[in-house]
């Protein structure tokens, strides 16, 4: 059985009691077996609601509601699905009647506007039932008019509203007007009944000319409209042929600079097909930012590519991201763009809630503009305000992190609700920063960096121990910084390239900076660790590649047989193994006293006859991962 994927946030079965699950075990099965990535699965059990729907004529409300919630769910995920909105409509009419089936295509005609064949049944159903709603039938074909009357195709919706407004000529020959220049696949059965109602010979040549024009503008579209096969939406993947054809035909709008109407329409129409195709959604709103005015509409084409994308497509959302970041910097609208910010970030971090890389990356994007809105700064501002300022954020920062600690988040707070295991080691951070370089608090900064080593999400942040370091490399804290260098690897768990990076940067700073006293005092006999101390000049480079390694572990085995231990025998090339001949009466090391008046011995050999021996392969990868 196929694990559902939708949200579920409309109840299906807890609405019905038992006996009719029992009774419909058909229905039941097909609603488990949803699977939101297969077509298949929504129309079994869009087949077993037509049969429910045939068995219970007059249905109690719970069997009503559940059967809608079922569409409701599918279409909220997939509200491109045509065929499902009219087959809602029909069931919605046969449990609800009339007006309920008339909201249900109004609805449709708003979750899927750029559908001229929800917009003609919509407008067919409102005009045949309710012909005195005049002044909303006019309202709705303007809409309509304006969302999908510049479709190549859309000849049937101008059909509908040239037999609306049929006896009114004074609104038939602008509605004449408009068609004209429109490039439809059909233009030319317009022409003639047009012409019939114009007697003033000038109009009737500015028609000809229109005519003329949007006749070699039919041609030039027809070039990439007879080469789409798929103008409907599907779960399965669109042919490249397909996506290549579109691409071709809005870059060709584009780069010849027409119409906005005509544009904005094949854009809509090429996102039914192609609306998990976040390149093409790129695209689109790439070129409206470019138009004048354009701030809400772009924030819209966004927050519905932000609906109906996978979630593991990230470029799209991070593009609409980084619009907002840029069009924060306008003081005109900045007001409305940190809110639509604040609401963007927060809905990012309920979708990758476990993701810590993605998470802290967004909490990393949205401080600045949170104390940049919340706490501005301007350069004729007194020194003093601008204190308080600074100090007000850092309150705000740190009253966040201990809410979170203490899990009693304000959800009444952006910020309280947007922390999270993965994302707050970085507010932690930036609460540090400020009290530090801002503040210039040094004491406090110490405490939150004893307080905040204890809690294990904050530990394991890179950001967190890097500013550590270079807070205490700051302040020149030798017996701190030699602590922090010998917990690398075992208490304190950083990448190892990290790792890397820091040691051989201490070494350098070590011999800048330190004084001999400083060096000796690793060396006291009175320190207990002294065993377990890494040097920062002799020892420091051996945990290179090697986090773990302590000074006490190559004292244990450098007694009598230091010779078989790894890093002798690999010599600095791991898992390449050399048996090398050793001396065992070596001198060196030993006084010359010890020899009294003898010459010292003729030196002896062990492994002298593993000379000519290849070397020896050792396969972690296989040790360490497989062979478990």
């Not at 890179?462 to 917990?487: G, H, M, P, Q, V």
Request: net charge positive; charged share 25%.
């Amino acid at each position: 059985m196929a694990k559902r994927e939708f949200s579920g946030t409309y109840e299906v079965l807890s609405l019905l009691d038992r006996s009719f699950l029992t009774d419909n075990m058909e229905f039941v099965e097909a609603y488990n077996a949803i699977d939101e990535h297969d077509i298949n699965t929504l129309n079994t059990v869009l087949r077993t609601i037509d049969k429910i729907v045939q068995k219970y004529p007059t249905p109690n409300d719970k069997i009503k509601t559940a059967l809608v919630n079922v569409f409701r769910e599918i279409l909220g995920r997939y509200p491109y699905l045509y065929g499902y909105w009219k087959k809602l409509t029909a069931v919605q009419y046969q449990l609800n009647g009339l007006d309920t089936s008339l909201k249900t295509l109004e609805a449709a005609t708003e979750a899927f506007p750029s559908s001229a064949d929800l917009w003609c049944d919509y407008l067919r159903v409102l005009i045949v039932n309710f012909p005195d709603e005049t002044k909303l039938i006019e309202e709705k074909l303007s809409k309509g008019q304006k969302l999908v009357g510049w479709q190549f195709y859309s000849h049937p919706y101008w059909d509908l509203a040239l037999d609306y407004y049929a006896r009114r000529e004074k609104d038939l020959i602008p509605l004449y007007w408009e068609i004209v220049e429109v490039p439809l696949h059909q233009y030319a059965k317009y022409i003639v009944p047009f012409k019939k109602l114009l007697n003033d010979p000038e109009d009737i040549q500015k028609v000809q000319k229109t005519i003329e024009a949007n006749q070699k503008l039919v041609g030039e579209l027809w070039h990439f409209e007879k080469n789409i096969k798929q103008n409907f939406f599907n779960l399965t993947p669109l042919p490249q042929s397909e996506i290549n054809n579109w691409n071709a035909y809005l870059q060709y709008l584009i780069a010849e600079k027409k119409s906005k109407k005509l544009i904005q329409s094949v854009f809509e129409r090429c996102l039914v097909p192609c609306c998990f195709l976040e390149q093409v959604w790129i695209k689109y709103t790439g070129w409206y930012s470019t138009l004048e005015n354009s701030l809400v509409d772009v924030i819209e084409i966004y927050e519905r590519a932000n609906k109906l994308l996978p979630t593991n497509q990230k470029l799209a959302r991070y593009t609409y991201l980084g619009y907002l970041k840029k069009e924060f910097n306008d003081q005109k609208h900045r007001k409305y763009v940190y809110d639509a910010i604040t609401k963007l970030v927060g809905s990012y971090m309920t979708i990758w809630r476990q993701e810590t890389v993605t998470t802290s990356y967004l909490m990393a994007q949205f401080l600045p503009l949170l104390k940049r809105f919340s706490f501005p700064l301007k350069h004729d501002q007194p020194a003093k305000d601008i204190l308080n300022q600074q100090f007000a954020y850092t309150k705000m920062l740190e009253a966040a992190v201990t809410s979170f600690l203490n899990e009693n988040p304000d959800d009444t707070i952006p910020l309280h609700t947007m922390i999270n295991e993965g994302n707050v080691a970085v507010v932690a951070v930036e609460l540090i920063k400020a009290t530090w370089l801002i503040l210039k608090n040094v004491l406090q900064t110490r405490k939150y960096f004893n307080s905040f080593s204890k809690v294990q999400s904050i530990r394991n942040s890179t950001s967190f121990w890097l500013t550590y370091y270079k807070f205490e490399k700051c302040a020149k804290n030798f017996s701190k910084l030699n602590k922090f260098i010998n917990d690398l690897g075992t208490n304190i768990i950083l990448p190892v390239s990290v790792i890397n990076d820091i040691i051989s940067d201490y070494e350098t700073f070590f011999l800048t900076n330190s004084t001999l006293s400083n060096y000796r005092s690793l060396d006291s006999k009175n320190s207990k660790d002294r065993n377990t101390i890494v040097d920062p000049i002799l020892y420091s480079k051996c945990k290179i590649n090697k986090p773990t390694w302590t000074p006490s572990k190559q004292q244990q085995s450098s007694t009598l047989d230091w010779y078989k231990t790894s890093e002798f025998k690999e010599n600095g090339h791991p898992s390449i193994i050399v048996e090398r001949p050793q001396i065992t009466n070596t001198i060196v090391g030993r006084s010359i006293k010890s020899f009294g008046l003898l010459a010292p011995k003729l030196p002896s050999f062990r492994n002298l006859e593993k000379i000519n021996q290849p070397p020896k392969y050792k396969d972690y990868y296989t040790d360490d991962y497989v062979g478990k």
